[in-house]
């Protein structure tokens, strides 16, 4: 398997854009994660999902982020509109629940700066 | 709530040098208690993890870790430090009893290991 994917591995934007990352998790895992990970806050759980539904999004910052999943092998974070604040690693990790102990692999991240 | 406290920010050894990477926890209940790395411009990367049994736990690349319940710590060691170990190093935990919930990571822990 190729791990967990994410798409882009950079994105520049205009503060105001909206911007979307993807990520395909290791298929067969029923967890989905999306963190932010930023030097000042370090690593923040956003939201998590599943099978494909929402658990938790508390950690998800203001409405102008939103996550989808609408398959087992894909999601979505989207940002709408962009801050300069918004600056920041993000990652999305996958793990197998149920018995096995929630070991998450993770992607390599998307780097995003809102200028 | 859980938490995770990595003490140091930021640990220096050289080369060849016993290294300790140190992490305390606080939850409710036995833990499920794991370590992951983080190298530049990738994602976090699986080390270790303690489920029950042994306290003493090894895992990937030399480094094993030790849980000790009456001071709540699960210590990252290793007997000889190389270069190559230079990287962010994050300790997480999981009540045994909780479902699903995910994982709770430390700030992290810069270890550089110096030639």
């Known amino acids: 398997d190729a791990g967990v994917i994410q798409s882009p591995r950079h994105e520049v934007t205009e503060m105001g854009q909206e911007v979307t990352l993807r990520c395909k998790p290791i298929s067969g895992h029923d967890y989905l994660f999306w963190y932010r990970q930023t030097m000042m806050r370090g690593l923040e759980l956003l939201i998590y999902f599943n099978n494909n539904v929402p658990i938790d999004d508390s950690g998800m910052p203001e409405d102008r982020f939103s996550a989808k999943m609408p398959n087992a092998s894909f999601s979505t974070l989207k940002i709408q509109p962009s801050e300069p604040r918004d600056s920041a690693v993000y990652f999305c990790?996958?793990?197998?629940?149920?018995?096995?102990?929630?070991?998450?692999?993770f992607g390599a991240g998307t780097r995003l700066s809102v200028l | 709530a859980q938490s995770v406290a990595q003490p140091e920010d930021q640990v220096n050894v050289a080369e060849g040098n016993p290294l300790t990477v140190k992490c305390t926890y606080s939850v409710s209940g036995n833990p499920y208690l794991f370590w992951y790395v983080q190298y530049p411009n990738r994602g976090l990367q699986f080390l270790l993890k303690?489920?029950?049994?042994?306290?003493l736990v090894k895992g990937s690349y030399g480094f094993e870790a030790e849980f000790n319940k009456s001071q709540t710590s699960f210590h990252l060691k290793k007997p000889s430090a190389l270069v190559s170990d230079s990287a962010l190093y994050f300790c997480a935990v999981r009540p045994r009893n909780s479902g699903n919930t995910p994982l709770v990571f430390g700030k992290g822990t810069r270890l550089s290991v110096i030639a």
């Open positions: 303690y489920i029950t049994g042994d306290n």
């Open positions: 990790a996958s793990s197998l629940g149920g018995q096995v102990k929630n070991i998450q692999y």
